[in-house]
């Protein structure tokens, strides 16, 4: 068992710091990534917009995310590490830079609407905490899943159920041209559970206070 259990620290660590490397390779500017979203507020600027591929779900919250994850993130789309046809498109335009200044946009757009640290999450249901403990969710995403442990691994408190049911399920997927996502750590973790224990994994994570919102801009107010 511990022989594993270093097997997997090894693996993570790995993968923290090729994703740390890249997402510190190009500096953000907020200001120069407000003028590069035009594509992004259609979708993430809506309050309970809604996506219709490969199911009905709402839109990430990015408002207040680090920058260091959608850095990952969208570069994960332009490698097709993540495959989604729509996010594939946007990506591809984007030079690096461009997506660092993005990144810090939405970042900052959070503080701007008073997105808060919360502290330590509440435990859920005796089966929620059990699910939790088996996907060892807080030795990435922290105590609150609001202080990721690396600055490329998501916040996940509050982000809206749907969207994380979608999202876990993406990683349990093999061998689809046009939807599922690469990443040895999550695809591990996901493919533990069920979809029903999945979608239960979601509806907790969603249900704690978090930073994240929706924060629609100027035109669609």
Not at 8 to 37: C, H, P, R, T, Y
Not at 79 to 90: A, L, S, V
Request: hydrophobic share 40%.
């Amino acid at each position: 068992m511990n022989k594993i259990r270093l097997s997997v620290s090894i693996v993570v660590l790995a993968w923290a710091m090729a994703l740390s490397a890249n997402a510190q390779e190009f500096k953000g500017d907020a200001k120069a990534g407000e003028k590069k979203v035009a594509l992004c507020i259609g979708c993430h600027g809506i309050e309970g917009y809604q996506a219709s591929f490969p199911e009905v779900y709402k839109v990430p919250k990015i408002a207040g995310q680090g920058a260091g994850y959608i850095v990952s993130a969208l570069t994960a789309y332009k490698k097709t590490d993540r495959k989604h046809p729509t996010m594939r498109g946007i990506a591809v335009g984007l030079s690096d830079q461009d997506i660092a200044d993005v990144a810090a946009y939405y970042e900052g757009l959070g503080k701007l609407a008073g997105a808060t640290a919360p502290g330590k999450a509440a435990d859920g249901n005796a089966h929620a905490v059990e699910l939790v403990k088996k996907g060892a969710c807080v030795s990435c995403h922290g105590e609150s899943f609001s202080k990721p442990v690396n600055s490329s691994y998501p916040k996940i408190a509050g982000q809206h159920a749907d969207y994380l049911f979608v999202a876990l399920k993406a990683y349990k997927s093999e061998g689809n041209s046009t939807w599922g996502r690469g990443n040895p750590i999550m695809g591990g973790v996901a493919k533990q559970f069920s979809y029903a224990e999945l979608k239960e994994l979601a509806s907790y994570v969603s249900s704690l206070p978090g930073e994240l919102k929706t924060v629609p801009q100027d035109k669609f107010k």
